[in-house]
């Protein structure tokens, strides 16, 4: 059976991610006693505060860890993916797993990413907003016509059910208007710091060029799918990881994409169930376990061993 495993992105993070498994296997601690940070990365994840975990400058190096922690428990399992991708964030995860570089490597990669995000935009310039069930090439179209109102784009294409637009407030604003007078029914603003995956990163994207540039970024072992292509990519990874921060993220097309190369089951791994719910609403019929404890790890091993 071929697997596909997913990692997860940003928002997914809640205080106690990955204790549970770090009690319980040596994998675990294993993975979070190896990440080096400027701070301590497993009470963040174990013990929080909140409002600090939930800060961009801390979430994504602690997201990156625990996925990796619980990916080496299931790698320990024997449960092994013929393809990885992962959404914007848990495309470092991916990356990492599929051996670009080491865990404390990317942890500290997106440290630095994530608080070049944090201050990429003053606050309350931009902002993000989820497209509920509505037309892919409508929400497009309308994004081109608010141009004059400023940068709207697509940031995510998540599933058929959310598009994610991104931009600055008063074009986002008027996309929004515009949207619900073609009959867009929930539009659903994000709690983000800024309008990531935009145009509006493109100095940010320079700063993170600048991070990547001192790391060697090894050749993935495994078939790793990227975010700005929604496929497979054999170019430079240091330049597509640059161009992601800024552009658009095709989630649904790189779940595709495996299904087409007849991947029967998908793993997410990481906090949370968001891409789980994506999956669902691309193709029922392909069963998807999301493993973040214990438990569903347990239910991951009994459906698929």
């Not at 009690?23 to 601690?29: H, L, N, P, R």
């Not at 161009?243 to 991947?263: A, L, T």
Request: charge should be negative; include cysteine.
């Amino acid at each position: 059976m071929k697997i596909g495993f997913l990692f997860a992105g940003q928002g997914t993070q809640s205080v106690g991610m990955g204790k549970e498994l770090y009690d319980t296997y040596s994998e675990a601690k294993e993975v979070f006693d190896s990440v080096k940070l400027d701070y301590d990365v497993k009470e963040l994840c174990f013990n929080g505060p909140k409002e600090t975990l939930d800060d961009t400058a801390y979430s994504q190096s602690a997201i990156l860890t625990t996925s990796m922690a619980i990916a080496n428990v299931v790698k320990s399992k024997g449960i092994d993916p013929d393809y990885v991708c992962g959404l914007s964030l848990g495309e470092y995860s991916a990356l990492c797993y599929a051996g670009a570089f080491s865990v404390n490597e990317a942890a500290n990669i997106v440290r630095k990413r994530g608080q070049i995000m944090a201050n990429a935009l003053p606050k309350g310039t931009s902002k993000m907003v989820a497209v509920m069930n509505f037309d892919k090439d409508i929400i497009k179209e309308t994004c081109e016509e608010v141009k004059s109102e400023g940068v709207c784009e697509i940031a995510n294409y998540n599933s058929p059910a959310q598009i994610v637009i991104t931009g600055e407030v008063k074009a986002v604003d008027k996309a929004c208007e515009i949207l619900k007078e073609k009959g867009a029914r929930r539009l659903i603003p994000l709690n983000v710091s800024g309008a990531f995956h935009s145009s509006l990163l493109e100095e940010a994207s320079m700063e993170l060029n600048e991070v990547l540039g001192k790391y060697e970024i090894n050749k993935p072992s495994i078939p790793v799918l990227y975010n700005v292509t929604g496929g497979e990519y054999d170019g430079d990874i240091k330049e597509i990881l640059t161009k992601q921060i800024k552009s658009s993220v095709y989630f649904m097309q790189m779940v595709e994409y495996m299904i087409d190369k007849d991947v029967e089951a998908f793993v997410e791994i990481g906090p949370g169930k968001v891409l789980k719910g994506f999956v669902r609403k691309i193709n029922k019929n392909i069963p998807v376990y999301s493993v973040e404890d214990n438990k569903s790890l347990e239910e991951m091993i009994g459906a698929l061993k």
